[in-house]
DNA sequence: ACGAAGCCCTGCAAGC
DNA sequence: TGCTTGCAGGGCTTCG
């Protein structure tokens, strides 16, 4: 058996999983997880955000795996009689390794498969999650308050206008609440608020329709191209086929505080917005 | 009810 | 060189 190493976090570069990220693990795991069946697990080091539960093992091993799918940034790992949430937290990753491999540091969780190969949990800063859900995920007290996914069909500026309405927080701190929509973290936010021409600091509901509409169809274009260009973690990631990750390069805002804006030579400014690091351009958001 | 702040945690970089 | 300090951030939880 191969060394099939789908996704490999490297010790360094670190950048927070948003939901390209996670959708792009989910993409690369799928093949190598659906219908193999979960010999069994290791829980190294039970301690993430909360406790993995205790029976984790149990509950899981001897299952197939019958999918994976995501909402906003947890994943969903479903089994005959129950589901697996994991959520990657700031500096989680999962990888698929030779089960031969030993483990390393921040190894909490062994998943090992019927294949061969091991479905790894790592996570050193542990604001992750690998939690065991019994009956429909979708009403769990973690997702059953959860916005609407940025992807889907209830997602538009029409959207995003009426539930701000008489709002007064920042905009760039409505769009990362998870209740409002899924999925959009800082990286992002920052990305789509420059790319709909929003300045971050205004008022939620003091801006129109007509420019909700812009902000959408940004954020929608944001996480489309991350998704197309797997993920700007993916520079953290040895891919399949060795491939180094490159979408940080295209990031027109996010980390380029004091640098000329791209699209006008303005400097950027940066501040704090809810204890976020927020870049913006004075002269293109307004 | 809403919004802001606090907190969890480790790795890394900067400063002394 | 080796310490200390500050910063990063998702998102649940608590506070105002």
Same mark, same amino acid.
């Given at each position: 058996m191969r060394a099939l190493t789908c996704f490999r976090s490297r010790i360094g570069e670190h950048t927070v999983p948003e939901l390209p990220e996670v959708e792009t693990t989910r993409r690369g795991l799928m093949p190598h997880l659906l219908g193999k069946t979960l010999r069994h697990i290791v829980v190294?080091?039970?301690?993430?955000?909360?406790?993995?539960?205790?029976?984790?093992?149990?509950?899981?091993?001897g299952q197939p795996v019958t999918g994976l799918e995501r909402r906003g940034k947890y994943l969903l790992l479903g089994l005959p009689k129950?589901?697996?949430?994991?959520?990657?937290?700031?500096?989680?990753?999962?990888s698929l390794v030779d089960s031969k491999i030993p483990p390393g540091k921040h190894d909490h969780i062994d998943m090992v498969l019927d294949s061969g190969l091991n479905?790894?949990?790592?996570?050193?800063?542990?604001?992750?999650? =690998?939690?065991? @859900?019994?009956?429909?995920? %979708?009403?769990? +007290? /973690?997702?059953?308050?959860?916005?609407?996914?940025?992807?889907?069909?209830?997602?538009?500026?029409?959207?995003?206008?009426?539930?701000?309405?008489?709002?007064?927080q920042a905009?760039?701190?409505?769009?990362?609440?998870?209740?409002? =929509?899924?999925? @959009?973290?800082?990286?992002? %936010?920052?990305? +789509? /608020?420059?790319?709909?021409?929003?300045?971050p600091g205004s008022q939620a509901g003091r801006i129109s329709r007509p420019r909700y509409g812009l902000l959408a169809q940004a954020v929608i274009k944001v996480l489309e191209s991350a998704i197309e260009q797997g993920g700007t973690?993916?520079?953290?990631?040895?891919?399949?086929?060795g491939r180094p990750g490159y979408f940080k390069q295209s990031l027109q805002v996010y980390g380029r505080g004091g640098l000329p804006c791209l699209n006008c030579g303005a400097a950027l400014k940066e501040i704090r917005l809810s204890n976020r690091s927020t870049v913006y351009c004075v002269q293109c958001q307004r």
């Open positions: 190294r080091n039970p301690r993430l955000r909360w406790p993995v539960p205790e029976d984790l093992g149990k509950r899981m091993s129950g589901t697996v949430m994991l959520h990657l937290g700031m500096s989680g990753s999962l479905l790894r949990f790592n996570d050193p800063r542990r604001f992750g999650a =690998v939690l065991w @859900v019994e009956g429909d995920p %979708a009403e769990h +007290a /973690l997702l059953r308050h959860l916005g609407p996914e940025p992807l889907g069909e209830e997602f538009d500026g029409d959207y995003l206008y009426h539930i701000s309405r008489k709002r007064k905009v760039k701190s409505f769009l990362m609440d998870s209740q409002v =929509v899924v999925g @959009v973290g800082n990286i992002y %936010a920052n990305e +789509a /608020l420059f790319m709909g021409g929003i300045r973690t993916l520079r953290d990631f040895v891919g399949g086929d």
